[in-house]
């Protein structure tokens, strides 16, 4: 076993592929098992929380089942709204809370698109812009959860990092149910 100190290129070669490739994510592991809970520092998140802020949830899983700790973030993009509820009665100033990029919780949620867990956060308060969880809505094909966002006054013409709105997004996937609701 490498008692070498892990370098910030090594743990950035790991947290990159944890948004969306399982087979590097893999690899990596089973070279450097150390790999599993080290934080990026420039982006200041790890595998399992870049893998949770996109929503993919094969990689997350994967992480999980090797052992890294269930957060709340990642426990809302699963849709868990038990875990969800035990980490806020543990925690309930994390109600409003972000995770890494400052990416709200009910962006995560929205990725679930388990529409009684965002129910639940809004009636514990969560008072978070509906605006950019519809365009993770719209990225799952959540009509659902596209709807409930919508009923709270979700803006659909927020754009996210490419430009593109959650209509632009229904578009793109072909999506539609999605394509008739946001136009």
């Known amino acids: 076993m490498n ?37 990026y520092e420039e982006f200041d998140e790890t595998a399992l929380e870049a893998a949770s802020h996109v929503g993919n949830r094969p990689i997350a899983e994967f992480l999980l089942e090797q052992g ?17 509820a035990a980490f806020l ?16 919780l009910l962006y995560h949620a929205a990725l679930s698109g388990n529409v009684d867990l965002v129910e639940m956060l809004a009636e514990r308060g969560n008072t978070q812009s509906p605006d950019q969880p519809l365009l993770a809505a719209a990225s799952y094909g959540r009509i659902e959860m596209a709807k409930w966002l919508l009923a709270r006054g979700a803006d659909k013409t927020t754009t996210n990092f490419q430009n ?6 229904a578009e793109l996937r072909e999506d539609e149910k999605l394509i008739a609701l946001l136009s």
Not at 30 to 37: F, I, K, M
């Open 3 to 39: 008692s070498d100190p892990l370098t910030q290129e090594q743990i950035r070669n790991f947290v990159l592929p944890a948004h969306g490739n399982l087979e590097v994510v893999k690899q990596l592991l089973a070279e450097e098992p150390r790999l599993l809970n080290e934080k």
């Open 68 to 84: 890294a700790p269930m957060n709340i973030y990642t426990a809302a993009m699963f849709g868990l709204k038990d875990e969800v």
């Open 164 to 169: 593109k709105t959650a209509l632009d997004i």
């Open 89 to 104: 009665d543990a925690s309930p100033e994390l109600i409003n809370g972000n995770g890494v990029h400052g990416i709200s």
